[in-house]
T-cell receptor
């Protein structure tokens, strides 16, 4: 069974640009959540989608947004990039998100210059 | 979700059992204990979870004390590939996923 796939693996952008990251969950998983990981802040929750609806959201500014498609694939968008947005962005999927553990992808490493 | 406390680092000899402790003294009755690990430049990997009974799977065993205020993750025969940061998390199973809160974890180093 294929794991969670995130693309691209690495991305370099400049301040002010926007970026879209993609996540393909494990087949059959309907919940997709996104996390930001930095050395200083650790792993922080961004938001979670279930059946195309955002169910929960972390404490991030509105520049961070996401969506989920009918096939459960998800995208995350960051607009007006700032240097502090440089991080590893991780996507996790689970079958129903409250009875099953999360399975993470290997992330997208975003560098903002 | 309840806060957890883990030692920042531990060493273990290859082939020996690695015992990773976690304190979660403020855990409430409906909170589960989850363990994940993260190997450098990879995403976190689910290991095991439990509520109050001890659990075992192909990767590890989870021992939860009777008062549920602490737990121990046991890797029975550690290998070099088990070198990673191990995170202990307590989490309520409820509708609408709350985001997991990862602390600093324990950096486990397996020595050859």
């Amino acid at each position: 069974k294929a794991g969670v796939t995130q693309t691209p693996r690495y991305l370099i952008k400049t301040r002010g640009q926007q970026v879209t990251l993609s996540c393909s969950p494990i087949s059959g998983h309907r919940s997709v959540s996104w996390y930001q990981q930095t050395p200083g802040q650790g792993l922080q929750f961004l938001f979670e989608y279930f059946s195309e609806t955002q169910r929960n959201k972390g404490n991030f500014p509105g520049r961070f947004s996401g969506r989920q498609f009918s096939n459960s694939r998800s995208e995350m968008n960051v607009s007006t990039l700032e240097l502090g947005d440089s991080a590893l962005y991780l996507c996790a999927s689970s079958f129903d998100s409250y009875n099953s553990p999360l399975h993470f992808g290997n992330g997208t490493r975003l560098t903002v210059t | 979700d309840a806060k957890t406390t883990q030692p920042p680092s531990m060493d273990c000899a290859e082939g020996r059992a690695a015992n990773l402790p976690c304190n979660h003294s403020t855990i409430s009755g409906n909170e589960y204990v989850y363990w994940y690990r993260q190997i450098h430049s990879q995403g976190p990997q689910y290991i095991i979870h439990g509520l109050k009974n001890n659990e075992t799977n192909e990767m590890a065993s989870l021992i939860i004390t009777e008062d549920r205020k602490s737990s121990t993750l046991i890797l029975p025969h550690a290998t070099l590939r088990d070198t990673a940061v191990y995170y202990c998390i307590v989490r309520v199973k409820r509708g609408g996923a709350d985001g997991l809160t990862f602390g600093k974890g324990t950096h486990l180093i397996i020595q050859p």
